[in-house]
């Protein structure tokens, strides 16, 4: 069995996978408002009566594009965070170590630095399209905040200017440090960008972890995850059976945590190694596992 793709990630696409097409289609319809193509529904006459349509779109599209910023940083420390929580995609103990410190658990801009420092992402489009995203979404919703993009990222932005425009439709990424630096609200071609590359930058962050992942301790964490996170009768539900069904019961609970049934030799035997437990030995390993 093999692991493309984390669960972490499908969970992180999952969330903002269609954001650029969920917000266009507000942007669509709000424009409709403006061009008086759209007719408000009964239900809303009472509470929904501005006295300036236009006004009132155009502020519902600068909320519109910075929720969609809002969600995405929050998504990307779901995301972030997820991978310090069991069962483990960051296994090196010193960076787990600074993920657990009161400060970079707590900031989503501080887990990404680290993140993109210790696996070597620094000087990437995609990190500096992220760096962008949380300053700008920060300037945006907290009031007072000055939030300036690291040296690198800028350094990135100028040498790619070209590329940039190639890439992300044409983006202007000079305009954009303007707009940015000026605190205003991003066009939707800033934030269809700022997805993309968010998008890009987890797809990297989590081949890098899988590329070191130990998957025998990774394995573990799952099935003991699945043994004592649950209904109490699962350990029964497994081990009481034949060697036959335990190894079936443990692929497929590896296939719930994103494993495919692509052969690889490392997994395939720790799952045969699990199935050939005596109902004793399983329950003393993994309640050792679990207490650790």
Partial sequence: MKLKASRNLKLFKMDVGQSNHMLITILVGLDGIIDGKVNVKEEFHTSWNPRSKT??????????????????????????????????????????????????????????????????????????????????????????????????????????????????NGLDIERTLISFKNSRVPTFKEVASMVRATLNYVYDVDCKLLSTLNYIEYVNEIVSNYLFQGDSNRFDAIFSKTNEVKLKKIRQILQNNGFDNTNDAVVDTRCNEIASFSYKDAKQFFQRNENR
């Fill in 55 to 168: 006004d009132s779109a155009e502020r519902s599209k600068a909320f519109a594009k910075k929720s969609t910023l809002s969600w995405l940083v929050d998504s990307l420390d779901s995301y972030l965070s997820s991978c310090n929580t069991s069962p483990f995609l960051i296994q090196n103990i010193e960076l787990k170590k600074k993920f657990d410190d009161v400060k970079n658990g707590r900031s989503v801009y501080n887990k990404y630095k680290l993140m993109s420092l210790e696996k070597g992402m620094i000087g990437s489009i995609n990190t500096a399209f992220v760096d962008l995203l949380v300053c700008w979404r920060n300037r945006l919703v907290h009031n007072g905040a000055e939030n300036e993009l690291l040296k690198s990222s800028i350094d990135v932005f100028n040498r790619n200017i070209e590329e940039i425009f190639d890439n992300f």
